[in-house]
């Protein structure tokens, strides 16, 4: 069984591109969640998709948008990069009968560089 | 909004020695608690978690976790470390009753010396 997978693994990017990082949730698994980590931080809540819509969302401007397909894989975008963009993206895939508490899994992440 | 406290940047301990990672939580409800490990570069692997029921919580790795409503804290500890355990640790606190956001701590830097 597959866990959680991202791509690409690295990518870099110049300041005021426009980037798409992918996710694929662990098998059974219905929602997905972005996080941003800095260098030397803890993640950052992004946004969250469940049902192909956005029902969460961190305090991230709205650059950062996202998707998510009928398979339950996701998209994050993100528009006019900013050098503060650098980050360790990292995506999050659970399974959500009730909606509260259940755990997320991690993917590897995608390391973004932007020049 | 619930926050994660992990008052230790970084800790060093001998290999073979106990460790104890502290993690501090503000929340309003019960919540659901949980301890990640991220080695360099690399994505967050679950050690353990806290939902409801007994406090004393068992890991993955020979890791365990205390859940002590009282203090706010869940500490995770290992009896006797592995040169191996050397990563970042993460404490993290989510939501009950609600979606699944998840806030994470800062991290505590593990070094493991022989």
């Known amino acids: 069984d597959a866990g959680v997978t991202q791509s690409p693994t690295h990518l870099i990017k110049t300041r005021g591109q426009q980037v798409t990082l992918r996710c694929s949730p662990k098998?059974?698994?219905?929602?997905v969640s972005w996080y941003q980590q800095a260098l030397g931080q803890g993640p950052q809540f992004i946004f969250q998709?469940?049902?192909?819509?956005?029902?969460q969302r961190g305090n991230f401007p709205d650059r950062f948008s996202g998707h998510q397909f009928p398979n339950y894989s996701s998209e994050l975008n993100v528009n006019a990069l900013l050098l503060g963009d650098s980050a360790l993206y990292l995506c999050?895939?659970?399974?959500?009968?009730?909606?509260?508490?259940?755990?997320?899994?991690f993917g590897p992440g995608t390391r973004l560089l932007v020049l | 909004a619930q926050s994660v406290t992990q008052p230790d940047i970084h800790i060093t301990v001998s290999e073979g020695a106990s460790l104890e990672l502290r993690c501090n939580y503000s929340?309003?409800?019960?919540?659901?608690l949980f301890w990640y490990v991220q080695s360099p570069g690399q994505g967050l692997q679950l050690l353990l978690k806290y939902f409801s029921g007994d406090t004393l919580v068992q890991g993955i790795k020979g890791f365990e976790a205390e859940f002590k409503r009282s203090q706010s804290s869940f500490n995770l500890r290992k009896p006797s470390v592995h040169w191996s355990d050397a990563a970042e640790y993460f404490c993290a606190v989510g939501v009950s009753g609600g979606y699944q956001k998840v806030t994470f701590g800062t991290g505590t830097k593990l070094q493991v010396i022989p």
């Open positions: 999050a895939s659970s399974f959500s009968p009730s909606g509260g508490g259940e755990t997320q899994y």
């Open positions: 929340y309003g409800a019960t919540p659901y």
């Open positions: 098998s059974g698994h219905d929602t």
């Open positions: 998709y469940y049902e192909e819509e956005e029902r």
